[in-house]
């Protein structure tokens, strides 16, 4: 298996395929972090995922509010279930990644362009700075 980065994203999206699953809303899905959970995302992104890392996800999302405890004395990671926030950010974040996937190859080229503008700044200065070294010093007679 290869080692990825696993995200409290890949935890919230845990959450949405069992509701889209199990045909329910997100008030009716519960999750304990536990050992059960991390075999089931070690198989689903085919990366390593220990329940200590879900603990540490799953801290995340209850910082963001993301994710809340459904019912009291079942521990920190027992019982969990998404917001409506958490809800919304799986949402946005999978109709962002549609719209990345359905832009044309020219739109990818120039959206590439657009976020390595800096590097190619850089290049083209390079490129100037060689060619003014090359006429000061080879060809300056």
């Known amino acids: 298996m290869s080692k ?3 995200t409290e994203f890949d935890l919230l999206e845990l959450f949405t395929a069992k509701m889209e699953r199990e045909g329910v809303n997100h008030k009716l899905v519960r999750l304990d972090i536990d050992s059960a959970v991390a075999e089931q995302m070690t198989k689903a992104l ?8 879900l603990q540490r996800l799953a801290d995340k999302c ?14 920190k990671y027992g019982y969990l ?4 926030t958490g809800v919304g950010v799986i949402h946005s974040r999978q ?6 996937d359905a832009r044309t190859t020219l739109k990818k080229i120039s959206d590439y ?9 850089a290049l083209g200065a390079l490129i100037a700075l060689a060619g ?3 006429k000061l010093f080879v060809g300056g007679s």
């Open 132 to 134: 003014l070294l090359a």
């Open 4 to 6: 990825r980065r696993v």
């Open 113 to 121: 362009i657009e976020d390595h503008k800096g590097l190619f700044v």
């Open 95 to 100: 109709r962002k990644k549609e719209v990345l």
């Open 62 to 75: 209850l910082a963001n509010e993301w994710l809340e405890h459904a019912a009291m004395g079942a521990g």
């Open 46 to 53: 085919s990366t390593p995922v220990t329940p200590e890392d």
């Open 81 to 84: 279930v998404l917001t409506s």
